[in-house]
């Protein structure tokens, strides 16, 4: 009983000192943290020798998420620098189901619907060449030469880099390379039930 009435005269006592006001300045322990000296962008700063106050990053700095050392899959090209002829991403039916979505998107207003160069901004009358897909050239040229003008552009085409991500522009290729084959494909390209189908179909 006794301590619990001394904890209670306590807590009335240190309740009494609520809203007091002292003249003595606050106790600080490290009084430089508050006025630290500090530079605005593009000011001069002479700690430096170059006189900067704005750092560039350490060289070989590389952001996190940013390292890509991959190269194969980040720039479509092999060690030596040559494009890489495959894509290095495993090619499934789900994976160019997600290309197409991504062609409808960014690719079709130009290339068409089935990669001939006629979308309606080619045949709108506006100057640009139609370029499509189904030519000796590109059906026989590197996956990473495609990537690689999906993520620079080329001639009057843009670059991609920015709105498709790296993955996403694989799965372009991997769809550009399924338009081309259902335009070149032959008898010998269907499964035998469904060439049965075809051939049975009035």
């Known amino acids: 009983m006794r301590t619990l009435s001394i904890l209670l005269g306590f807590v009335f006592i240190l309740g009494g000192c609520r809203g007091t006001q002292k003249d003595n300045p606050?106790?600080?322990?490290?009084?430089?943290?508050?006025?630290?000296?500090?530079?605005?962008?593009q000011e001069a700063?002479?700690?430096?020798?170059?006189?900067?106050?704005?750092?560039?990053?350490?060289?070989g700095t590389v952001a996190?998420?940013?390292?890509?050392?991959?190269?194969?899959?980040?720039?479509?090209?092999?060690?030596?620098?040559?494009?890489?002829?495959v894509m290095p991403v495993e090619y499934t039916v789900e994976f160019a189901t997600r290309g197409r979505d991504r062609y409808d998107i960014y690719c079709i207003v130009c290339h068409g619907a089935a990669g001939?160069?006629?979308?309606?901004?080619?045949?709108?009358?506006?100057?640009?060449?139609?370029?499509?897909f189904h030519t000796d050239r590109l059906r026989e040229i590197e996956d990473g030469y495609i990537y690689e003008?999906?993520?620079?552009?080329?001639?009057t085409m843009p670059g991609y880099a920015q709105q498709i991500p790296v993955a996403d522009r694989w799965a372009i290729v991997?769809?550009?390379r399924a338009l081309q084959?259902?335009?070149?494909?032959?008898?010998?390209?269907?499964?035998?039930?469904e060439l049965t189908n075809f051939q049975n179909t009035p």
């Open 181 to 193: 084959r259902s335009q070149n494909a032959t008898a010998d390209d269907l499964p035998a039930d």
């Open 116 to 132: 001939d160069g006629q979308g309606v901004v080619m045949t709108g009358g506006y100057g640009f060449i139609p370029i499509g």
């Open 149 to 155: 003008v999906i993520t620079q552009g080329i001639r």
């Open 174 to 176: 991997a769809y550009v």
């Open 45 to 59: 700063n002479p700690f430096f020798a170059d006189g900067r106050a704005m750092r560039p990053p350490v060289p």
């Open 64 to 85: 996190r998420g940013i390292l890509r050392e991959d190269v194969a899959f980040h720039a479509g090209r092999n060690a030596d620098g040559s494009y890489v002829q």
């Open 26 to 41: 606050p106790i600080h322990i490290n009084p430089n943290m508050d006025a630290m000296e500090r530079f605005e962008a």
